[in-house]
């Protein structure tokens, strides 16, 4: 049961009062057909809209089924007009992108009734009013008196307890109208029908009460109705809610109206991602190149630990604060050079060692340790017993090669020992980073081989020293040097003591020969890989430093070693030693197992900073001399490279991210035309009982749609263009497969143009829910 109760609704236009409803107090039944008639102007569709919850009056009440609407939230309002009334317009109001079903289904929708029984309802609807072939068809497809029925069969789909008819045969012929107005009178059997009307000739003939209306006041009712008393509050609400998927759903059927459309504005949206994308991709490309190059690049840059090393970070800072000339004053002043100042006794021990060997194997699966230990070896020549040097330089004793040692060490250069320290045989250093040309790789610590350059040369004085006779520039089979024979010869059968007390290296002889019980073999020939930038072995003759172990194990008992211990002068040479000098010989005598350099090659750069940091903890709280210093080698190519190209991606992601904000305030334009284009549709979803946020929701999804296909859209180009991006760089550089397209970071990129895109587009989605429903309803 309906009931107004003196409303009142004014409207005010500059000094213009008009009362549309003017003290309106009248009563309904439950089911029963009301007329309303009257002149244009004279408040009839105020009071339709009023009664619909379109409008809102100023004062009195509307009471429904005992339940006053004085309270009534704008989402009860939504909710009422969503389940209590339906309204057929004049103009039929369908979505014209929607099927005749769809359009019928609209209002289930916005209540949350399940997709199968809102199904079965608007076949229903559809049946009962005639339509049951055409539930498939697009409106434009149907005449005017089906696009009515459709309309009647929307109103009615829900099952509300009052029907609103707007003339509803307004814009119908005579034959036409009067089926219409059949359908309505059925309906009326079971509903409240209120209707509008110019026509009285259809109200005498179908409607059971008539109202007249006129300057927003009833003049007469040709059936008047007192309700009872203290009516009972029977009045239920069920809250509207449309679920997200629908909204998508909606939105997507309208975009897939305008497809062409839909495409160029997705594309110009898109131009910012494929420049932001593209940008990526070279950033990325080249990155992996940089960190390819660096990490092959790493072996020639070792983290170096030295017995004597120079404190860089001194430097740094020296050279931060005297960077300037000083005023000159006539005078110099004694000082001693900054890198005699900077220099620093690094003291390595056994303790020191094992803290070395405990380092990660992911971060360095490298570490060379260089001892400077002298090998005495001899060759068998066609009978010719011969010493064999393996060092491409003089390694004599009485050269004291420590020397040579300390400089190499310095500037990070190894000698050629090839690590074998936290080796795996997955990734073994050499068939990691050199090619086997002959033979076999080593297996055993008296296993050696020789390096070739790049061009397959060989040292001169190394294939001398093996024995050979040969001359530069001459040509020499491989597979007869490979299996060549030498015998390793303790420091007890190499060296002779003297009457004067020094020693000296005997004669080599078949006896000597024959003494010692170590054969080293040359087990291949190997040269770097193409694509290995590593120049860890010098050309020449190289061995494991598991040998040199072997070797030390050997000699560290030797007579002679036992006497330079016990003498400050050199046994060799009988020349005073400095304690440096004392602990060079005995190392390289084999007499000391301790290194005089440790080189650990780091996997990567960032496993570089990790084994800096696990160097640095063993400083911790230690004295400055306790203290051992490294020389980070690498760390000059991660200052000169570290940071460049992300700064460039920053700044070229920043000019295309311009184009981005550009695309997200062109979405916001496009929605708000989109939003004047469907103010229609924005009226009939309030009609239907959609709240603000369910419009809000219509159009957030219409511009998460576009923002996510732009996304996708520009991914999708970026990815095409870094073909022949690639191509272009690659005949330009000759570096391959440079723009290489990240996908994680596409999928961000999609992400971030969805949510810039719905940001865009959110503010004229706000505005749509805040249009009025009885204004848009009558825009065209």
């Known amino acids: 049961m309906l009931q107004l109760e003196h409303l009142m609704k004014t409207y005010k236009v500059g000094d213009t009062i008009t009362h549309a409803l003017n003290d309106v107090t009248i009563n309904f039944r439950n089911h029963e057909f009301v007329a309303i008639l009257g002149p244009s102007g004279s408040g009839k569709t105020t009071l339709l809209n009023v009664i619909g919850g379109l409008d809102h009056y100023d004062s009195g009440d509307i009471i429904i089924n005992g339940k006053s609407t004085k309270n009534f939230t704008q989402t009860d309002w939504d909710a009422y007009r969503n389940n209590t009334v339906g309204f057929i317009f004049q103009s039929y109001n369908l979505i014209p992108h929607l099927s005749i079903i769809e359009n019928v289904e609209l209002g289930m929708t ?16 559809l049946k009962k009013v005639g339509l049951g072939e055409h539930i498939y068809k697009k409106p434009n497809q149907l005449s005017g008196g089906q696009m009515q029925r459709v309309a009647i069969a929307r109103a009615i789909a829900n099952d509300p307890d009052i029907l609103l008819c707007d003339e509803p045969t307004g814009a119908l012929d005579t034959k036409t109208s009067k ?8 309906l009326s059997k079971d509903k409240l029908v209120i209707m509008v009307t110019h026509n009285p000739e259809l109200a005498d003939e179908y409607a059971s009460r008539i109202v007249h209306f006129q300057d927003g006041k009833i003049l007469s009712d040709s059936d008047p109705y007192t309700p009872p008393k203290d009516v009972k509050d029977t009045f239920h609400l069920k809250k509207t809610k449309m679920s997200y998927w629908n909204a998508l759903k909606l939105s997507f059927t309208n975009i ?10 997705a594309f110009a949206s898109s131009i910012g991602i494929i420049g932001i994308a593209i940008v990526l991709a070279l950033s990325h490309g080249f990155q992996k190149q940089i960190d390819e190059t660096q990490t092959k690049t790493l072996a020639q840059f070792p983290i170096s630990i030295s017995q004597t090393a120079t404190d860089l970070s001194a430097n740094s800072n020296r050279e931060k604060s005297n960077n300037k000339n000083v005023k000159y004053r006539g005078y110099l002043t004694a000082a001693i050079p900054d890198n005699e100042k900077n220099t620093h006794q690094n003291h390595i021990t056994q303790a020191y060692l094992n803290y070395i060997k405990k380092i990660n194997p992911a971060y360095a699966n490298n570490i060379s340790f260089i001892r400077g230990t002298q090998l005495n070896l001899l060759s068998n020549n066609d009978g010719k017993i011969s010493k064999v040097e393996f060092s491409n330089t003089n390694n004599s004793q009485n050269s004291l090669a420590s020397a040579q040692l300390q400089s190499m060490n310095t500037m990070g250069i190894n000698t050629n020992v090839f690590p074998t320290t936290l080796d795996s045989k997955k990734n073994s250093f050499l068939k990691t980073n050199y090619q086997l040309l002959e033979g076999k790789w080593p297996k055993a610590s008296t296993d050696v081989v020789l390096v070739l350059n790049n061009k397959d040369e060989a040292n001169l004085n190394a294939l001398t020293n093996l024995g050979l006779k040969v001359k530069d520039g001459q040509k020499i089979d491989l597979s007869k040097l490979i299996g060549k024979k030498f015998k390793l010869v303790t420091n007890n059968d190499y060296y002779q003591k003297l009457s004067t007390g020094t020693y000296v290296p005997k004669t080599p002889d078949q006896a000597m020969y024959n003494s010692a019980s170590t054969t080293i073999t040359l087990a291949g020939v190997i040269r770097s890989k193409n694509n290995s930038q590593m120049a860890l072995l010098d050309n020449g003759i190289a061995y494991s430093d598991n040998l040199t172990k072997k070797i030390i194990n050997q000699n560290k008992n030797s007579e002679i070693v036992q006497a330079q211990k016990n003498s400050n002068l050199n046994v060799l040479t009988n020349q005073p030693l400095a304690n440096s000098q004392k602990e060079q010989l005995l190392a390289s005598l084999g007499g000391s197992s301790l290194p005089s350099s440790i080189l650990i090659y780091p996997t990567s750069f960032d ?7 696990y160097l640095d903890k063993w400083n911790k709280g230690k004295k400055s001399s306790a203290k051992i210093i490294y020389t980070d080698m690498s760390g000059t190519v991660t200052q000169l490279t570290g940071g460049v190209l992300s700064g460039i991606t920053t700044v070229l992601v920043a000019f295309a991210g311009i184009s981005l904000i550009t695309s997200m305030i062109m979405i916001g334009i496009l929605t708000y035309t989109s939003v004047l284009e469907r103010t229609k549709e924005i009226g009939i979803l309030k009609a239907l009982g959609a709240r603000k946020r369910d419009i809000t929701r219509v159009f957030d999804a219409e511009t998460f749609i576009l923002g996510a296909f732009s996304g996708v859209l520009g991914i999708f180009i970026a990815y095409l263009l870094t073909f022949p991006i690639s191509a272009i760089i690659y005949n330009m550089t000759d570096m ?45």
């Open 110 to 125: 916005l209540s949350g009734v399940d997709s199968k029984e809102r199904h079965e309802k608007a076949i229903a609807a």
């Open 179 to 186: 089926d219409i107005m059949k359908i309505i009178k059925e």
């Open 256 to 265: 897939m109206t305008k497809k062409g459309q839909t495409f160029l504005t």
């Open 607 to 613: 496993s570089k900073d990790k084994i800096l940091s």
């Open 736 to 780: 391959p497969n440079v723009a290489q397209l990240d996908w994680l970071q596409a999928i961000i990129l999609v992400v971030i143009a969805t949510i810039l895109t719905m940001i865009g587009g959110h503010l004229p989605a706000k505005m749509a829910a805040k249009r009025d429903a009885a204004e848009a309803l009558r825009s065209e």
